[in-house]
């Protein structure tokens, strides 16, 4: 085990661990932050907790961990059950917010910490450490000390520090908060190559939707500890199973509408202004719903052509887009994103307009938002 051999991919796959996390439950007093759930983490996955803030994402994340103790159901590695194993003896590595570096020592101290717990070998402990600042792309910076670090590049140390140890699960908290927009998006592709690299199985705790969406294999959108949807990225942005998921990743405008008609596999949805679309469905059902339509599913056309119209109230330049936003009267307003290329001219504030929606690509739900009919 040597030079750049040390963090194969073939060696990490052999680390990595599936997690199981079956019912599980924490209570502080009579509130339940995390309330009987079950997610399987695939070896070697790169799995988001997102969620807004106060809904478990992690609280679930310390259980994982160990930090917080398991009240109900259970957590496994890899069909090893972990709810009595302490936090020290669990093989994981932890990436926090607030980078947690020791000021006192240099880069090069800082990520050879656990290794020296563990009581490696110097030689080792040389090697082994050489060879992760070189994968983080961060050994000219080994003598120097946290203070002589920019933000990301503290961060980086804190990811060096968790992954020299060859954890089986890496756990990331909200890694990138505290780090400016140009910085966080160097540092998400950062992160998603070198969990690649390492085919390390990775849970990351997130409330950022473009960050999640960017960096997992599979999302796990959270709301008041329970999990409201499991699955792809572009799964959940593409079907969201209820409003909440709809409104939570990216942006969704939510219009009530009726559904009057069904037509075999189709229901027949009527907006306001008489509008009536004919959308594929798995279970129409008469009455009110709740249509989601993200701004790109949207078009917006000539007054006269459209059925839906409304008044141009809002209009901002974006460079590759122009963002509209649309009052379609009776206190509904529309959000439509138009890129510059593909429309022909822009809509000025005031201007009648009509709305052409894409049936094949928005969402209908019922009425309380809490089941998709599509």
Do not use: W
Request: neutral net charge.
């Amino acid at each position: 085990m040597g030079g750049a051999l040390f963090f194969s991919a073939s060696r990490s796959n052999k680390m990595s661990r599936s997690v199981s996390i079956d019912g599980v439950t924490k209570k502080f007093g009579d509130f339940k932050a995390v309330d009987g759930v079950t997610i399987d983490i695939h070896e070697g996955e790169f799995f988001t907790l997102l969620g807004p803030s106060g809904c478990g994402k992690t609280t679930l994340l310390r259980m994982i961990i160990g930090f917080n103790s398991i009240d109900e159901g259970s957590i496994s590695f890899s069909e090893r059950k972990m709810n009595e194993i302490p936090p020290h003896k669990r093989n994981i590595g932890m990436v926090f917010q607030n980078y947690a570096v020791f000021p006192h020592m240099t880069v090069f101290d800082n990520v050879a910490y656990g290794l020296k717990a563990r009581g490696v070998a110097k030689e080792d402990i040389r090697r082994q450490v050489t060879d992760v600042l070189k994968l983080i792309k961060i050994e000219q910076y080994a003598k120097r000390s946290p203070s002589q670090l920019s933000g990301g590049q503290q961060q980086r140390v804190a990811l060096a520090r968790a992954i020299v140890i060859e954890p089986s699960i890496l756990l990331m908290d909200e890694p990138l908060s505290n780090l400016d927009a140009k910085l966080r998006v160097e540092m998400r592709s950062a992160i998603k190559e070198i969990q690649k690299r390492l085919n390390i199985t990775t849970v990351y705790v997130t409330h950022d939707q473009e960050e999640a969406l960017a960096i997992s294999d599979r999302i796990a959108v959270m709301n008041m500890g329970h999990i409201q949807q499991i699955g792809f990225p572009r799964e959940i942005y593409s079907r969201p199973r209820n409003t909440f998921v709809a409104g939570f990743i990216g942006i969704s405008n939510l219009l009530k509408a009726d559904l009057v008609g069904i037509e075999g596999t189709f229901g027949l949805v009527e907006f306001i202004g008489g509008e009536i679309l004919k959308i594929p469905m798995r279970e129409p059902r008469i009455g009110k719903v709740i249509v989601a339509v993200r701004p790109e599913e949207a078009k917006l056309m000539d007054a006269g052509s459209c059925t839906m119209k409304g008044t141009v109230v809002e209009a901002t330049f974006l460079g590759d887009t122009i963002t509209y936003v649309i009052d379609l009267g009776n206190d509904l307003m529309m959000q439509v994103n138009e890129y510059i290329a593909e429309s022909e001219f822009s809509h000025t504030v005031g201007s009648k307009v009509g709305i052409k929606l894409d049936e094949s690509r928005i969402n209908v739900f019922s009425a309380d938002g809490e089941k998709a009919f599509v």
